[in-house]
């Protein structure tokens, strides 16, 4: 079978690192981070003892690089302080690190290739420097076949004094019903109960014999390690890490997979464990971690004699889990502490973060609501000063009192079971019922849309509990993962909602009250047709991010916007960016017609400092405001990578 990884490449276009918007610099700590999908390590990098953090992420996505954060002191708990981020070059994929005598070796997987890379170390102890890869071909018993490499580490599981490539796989060859995938016609992911038609990710577990070094690997073909009586196997995307996790002698191994959960089991012999169970807390409960697809590590993070487990997700956080002892089941039990931070940090918004500007404090500054991949809503106040904006910490917004936290469940996601973590959240910010305050207007991974009453808050705006909006009478349900945007196209009060309905074509509602749509119509493309965005169907429409405003200046309403690296606006061969710079990437859409009767003209790529702007493949998500008080919008984006980047308007060009 091929894999759509088959044909992708890295992401190779314009760098917008210099243009990240940042924290203000009274935040002396926040979350650590690496980018979409983190894989964690814990090196000794420097040769001084320490514990610094090396982050690296899915290559497909916004570049890939590895990232070390350095430890420069120790927390009042015993953990790292952890210093500035730091690029290590020319290392690409998930990546592990393996002990070879005073140095160490840095070893890759990835789902772009067929081959595990090892990075030979040529430096000295605390001066690590890295040869070209050496590629390892890997054949195997494969229990599945087709499986994507996952995650890679050498570890001496045959206990001969020698390590072993062991490699976690995933395969999604019985997860598609039918064989068809998302983005396939005819595909249907449910019955009408409800029902997954599919079947599950399964993620397996090999080892290969190294008959080698770990700089220079001879490798055997590889078997499956067994978990109790069959192949190891857990919810796909299976991620190893080794331990004596309750200082018995004896090695377990822990699991991380898509899901939120993690498994461990004890080794039982040279290639085979117990039947996995749940990682668990003290009480006995499974450990419930918040997004998935978790990398984990191993290590003694608070330096109290017990190892713990460090564990990096797709939102590209890192969780720490302390190890507290032995549970009631006689195995380690863990608490989830929460995300682990750092002395020097970087705004990390989630992955595929969805930005909203509006002044909730009353200072002439923008604040930012911001959505993301994991179906959060994050509040940053803008602590200025005007012409160079910087941000408090993210503070998580409350609906009656409780973190929004948008999630799919079991079958919320067109996408299957295997995203109930997902919540995609997209904001937009209007005063919806005309009180005077900054309502909330968002859409989400269900493709239903809410609407968040403002309750009012001083630095951090409070709202009511979500309410869905409607359309003839039953809950308005559109193509998923769109950002909104309420328009006042006659400048009397009279709002109206724009989103793309159920068949992906642009729609203008007007808003009949507080949760009720009414009066559909399609805004046309200056050439008569209807305003789509791919000829993809199912999964594949949507994603796009809409932003309505007066770009041009001429009174009329325009669009702006966001698309994910796969879309064609127009559908069809010339479509941008899929047909031309295949990443992610920002449109004018110039109304050319009048605010009462809107026509759009064709799309015109926005540039950045003459480069048509390239944001990778999952969205940008662009957000017109006058952010710097210069009286002229220029555009707030959301990278997948989780960062928001500020675009001056003179910096741009359609």
């Not at 910490?393 to 009656?400: G, L, P, S, V």
């Amino acid at each position: 079978m091929k894999r759509w990884e088959d044909d992708a490449t890295v992401w190779t276009g314009p760098s917008y690192v210099e243009q990240a918007v940042a924290y203000h610099p009274e935040v002396v700590s926040a979350p650590v981070a690496g980018r979409i999908i983190t894989c964690v390590e814990v090196v000794d990098w420097d040769g001084d003892g320490g514990r610094d953090l090396l982050l690296s992420s899915w290559d497909p996505c916004y570049d890939g690089q590895v990232f070390l954060r350095r430890q420069v002191g120790a927390r009042a708990d015993g953990t790292p302080l952890l210093g500035p981020e730091q690029v290590v070059e020319g290392v690409r994929g998930y990546v592990t690190a393996v002990p070879d005598g005073d140095i160490f070796h840095l070893v890759s997987a990835s789902r772009m290739r067929r081959q595990i890379y090892v990075f030979p170390n040529i430096g000295t102890r605390g001066e690590p420097r890295f040869d070209a890869p050496v590629k390892l071909d890997l054949d195997a018993d494969w229990v599945k076949g087709n499986e994507y490499f996952h995650m890679a580490r050498f570890h001496d599981i045959d206990g001969d004094g020698v390590p072993e490539l062991v490699v976690g796989t995933d395969s999604w060859d019985d997860y598609w019903p039918n064989g068809l995938e998302w983005n396939d016609e005819g595909y249907r992911g449910y019955d009408a109960a409800g029902r997954w038609l599919g079947g599950p990710l399964r993620g397996f577990l090999y080892a290969f014999k190294n008959r080698g070094t770990v700089s220079a690997p001879k490798l055997e073909r590889g078997k499956p390690i067994i978990g109790g009586e069959t192949p190891l196997e857990v919810y796909g995307q299976l991620a190893p890490a080794f331990a004596d996790f309750d200082g018995d002698g004896l090695v377990e191994i822990v699991c991380g997979e898509f899901w939120n959960i993690l498994h461990h089991a004890k080794q039982t012999g040279p290639g085979s464990f117990e039947q996995p169970r749940l990682l668990s807390s003290a009480d006995g409960e499974p450990v419930l971690l918040d997004q998935c697809i978790h990398l984990p590590c191993a290590v003694d993070w608070d330096g109290d004699g017990r190892i713990d487990i460090l564990a990096g997700a797709e939102d590209g956080y890192v969780t720490f889990l302390r190890n507290v002892g032995i549970g009631p089941d006689g195995r380690a039990a863990f608490e989830k502490v929460g995300r682990v931070e750092t002395s020097a940090p970087l705004i990390h918004a989630g992955a595929l973060p969805a930005p909203a500007a509006f002044d909730f404090t009353g200072n002439g500054l923008p604040d930012l609501v911001v959505g993301n991949s994991t179906g959060e809503l994050l509040f940053y106040e803008n602590r200025g000063p005007r012409e160079a904006p910087l941000l408090a910490r993210e503070i998580m917004i409350e609906a009656d009192g409780v973190p929004v936290r948008i999630a799919a469940g079991l079958t919320g996601s067109i996408q299957g079971p295997s995203e109930k973590m997902f919540g995609y959240s997209c904001p937009t910010i209007a005063d919806w019922d005309g009180d005077g305050k900054p309502d909330l207007l968002v859409s989400d991974v269900t493709g239903y849309h809410s609407f968040y009453r403002n309750a009012g808050g001083n630095a951090v705006p409070r709202f009511e509990a979500a309410r869905r909006l409607t359309y003839e009478g039953r809950p308005l349900k559109t193509v998923w993962r769109v950002r909104p945007a309420v328009v006042d196209w006659l400048g009397g009060g009279r709002l109206h909602y724009l989103c793309l309905d159920e068949d992906g074509v642009l729609s203008d509602y007007r808003r009949r009250s507080d949760t009720e749509l009414s009066d559909k119509r399609h805004p046309r493309w200056s050439d008569g047709g209807e305003m789509r965005f791919t000829q993809d169907v199912g999964g594949g429409r949507g994603r796009v991010k809409l932003c309505a405003c007066d770009w041009t200046g001429n009174g009329r309403i325009d669009l702006v916007i966001g698309t994910h690296a796969r879309a064609s606006v127009p559908p069809g061969p010339s479509g941008a960016p899929r047909n031309t710079t295949g990443q992610a990437g920002i449109f004018l859409l110039e109304n050319v017609g009048t605010n009462a009767e809107p026509v759009f003209a064709l799309p015109r790529a926005l540039k950045f400092r003459g480069k048509t702007i390239a944001m990778g493949m999952h969205v940008a998500s662009p957000e017109a405001v006058d952010w710097t008080g210069t009286g002229e919008l220029g555009l707030l984006v959301g990278i997948e990578d989780g960062s928001i980047v500020w675009l001056p308007r003179g910096d741009l060009s359609w």
